[in-house]
């Protein structure tokens, strides 16, 4: 049974930094794309950003580009979001998604995991 825990929202100020993290278990977790999603109150799921098995290939929204760091680490099955320069917009609920393809990261794909998310509010 696939299951994505993620971790590491909370409450910061514009500005902060913060660094989400998620932990697979229950599938083969290399051989997988790995994302973030988010969601903000009566907002529809948006991608945040998403890495491949390998961990060389990755691509960003255009609001994550250049704060936003996505990486993994395929020995210890997790996936990570460091979060730069916060603002308010990136309010949200945080969910990791696992893919067995690149293509397949996207909001609609009912053949993905998802976590059951994590709350980051960013508000002075």
């Known amino acids: 049974q696939a299951q994505l825990v993620e971790s590491g929202g909370k409450l910061a100020q514009p500005g902060d930094s913060l660094k989400l993290s998620c932990a697979a278990s229950?599938?083969?977790?290399?051989?997988?794309?790995m994302g973030w999603f988010r969601q903000a109150p009566g907002t529809e799921r948006e991608f945040v950003a998403k890495?491949?098995?390998?961990?060389?290939?990755?691509t960003y929204s255009d609001s994550a580009k250049d704060r936003f760091t996505i990486s993994r680490d395929n020995n210890a099955y997790r996936v990570f979001l460091q979060m730069n320069s916060l603002r308010s917009e990136d309010t949200a609920v945080y969910y990791c998604?696992?893919?067995?393809?690149?293509?397949?990261?996207?909001?609609?794909?009912?053949?993905?995991?998802w976590g059951q998310g994590t709350q980051v509010t960013v508000s002075s």
């Open positions: 229950g599938f083969s977790f290399s051989d997988y794309t």
């Open positions: 998604v696992a893919s067995a393809s690149w293509a397949g990261v996207r909001a609609d794909n009912e053949d993905i995991y």
């Open positions: 890495i491949s098995g390998s961990g060389r290939i990755y």
